[in-house]
């Protein structure tokens, strides 16, 4: 599956995560951690890769929750069904 948040690479038995939304210096949403959920299922199914480094593109690595989404971001309820941002 292609990743929308962020990329996923392997190489000499090396994966490397970077979390790919550099323009919101890297914030995490709830499907940027599904996708991070995926990307370790990969990792785990894979007996190549021996290391895994994550990463976050541009200037940083993450600066926490995306709380664009105001007080819906804690809203367990939500995330549980889909529909918050974290």
Do not use: H, K, W
């Not at 299922?41 to 290391?51: M, P, Q």
């Not at 593109?57 to 941002?85: E, M, W």
């Amino acid at each position: 599956m292609p990743f929308r948040e962020i990329r996923y690479d392997v190489a000499d038995g090396v994966c490397t995560v970077t979390l790919n939304r550099p323009d919101r210096l890297n914030a995490v949403t709830a499907s940027m951690i599904g996708e991070l959920r995926e990307a370790c299922d990969l990792v785990d199914a894979d007996d190549a890769v021996r290391a895994v480094i994550v990463t976050g593109a541009g200037r940083a690595f993450c600066a926490g929750a995306d709380l664009a989404a105001g007080a819906g971001t804690f809203d367990v309820a939500a995330r549980l069904t889909g529909q918050g941002t974290l």
